[in-house]
Structures are given as C-alpha cells and as structure tokens.
C-alpha cells in the first residue's frame, strides 16, 4: 500500500464541501479539516504508484474550491497500531 499525505489550499467559504468531495473520491481514505497553514489534509492509499498522480492531479486538484495541494508520499508507516486496527475492523478475536 502506498501513502500519501496531501495539504489542500481551499476556497474558506467551500471548505465542508470541498472535504465531503474529497472523501468520496476512489483513493482518498481520510480528509481532515485542520487549523494551521492549509484547510484541509488527505490520506491517500493507493496500490500501485501510478494511482497517485491519477488521485491527486486527475481528481483533487479538480475539484472546484481546491486552489492549492502540496504532496508527500510516505516512505515507512512506525506505528503499527493503525495499520493493525484498519484491517481488524469486525472481526473478532480468533483466540
């Protein structure tokens, strides 16, 4: 799986949307609406490499609102935790 993290500019009086948008996108996992410089943070998990240009300049650069992205692919996931509860969710223990 491959990660990317994408800081989305936006459009203030569009931000809900925009992120509602983002959300349903095939490839985008999570969007977070954040305080600082951005509006806006996107995970992208994509299977192969190529998917990520397709995510993020064939679909999230397009969305209307969206004014600027600025991208970052994950080299190594440290916390396992996440990762392990993702692919748990319901099912139960086989113990």
Do not use: W
Not at 16 to 32: C, D, I, R
Request: a negative charge; one cysteine or more.
């Amino acid at each position: 799986m491959i990660t990317a993290i994408v800081l989305i500019d936006c459009a203030t009086d569009s931000i809900p949307e925009v992120a509602e948008t983002l959300a349903n996108l095939p490839g985008v996992s999570e969007v977070y609406s954040v305080a600082g410089h951005v509006d806006l943070i996107a995970m992208i998990r994509v299977r192969e490499f190529e998917q990520i240009a397709q995510v993020i300049a064939g679909s999230i650069s397009k969305v209307p609102g969206v004014i600027n992205t600025e991208s970052h692919i994950a080299f190594r996931a440290y916390s396992q935790h996440d990762l392990e509860e993702a692919f748990a969710i319901g099912l139960a223990n086989a113990d």
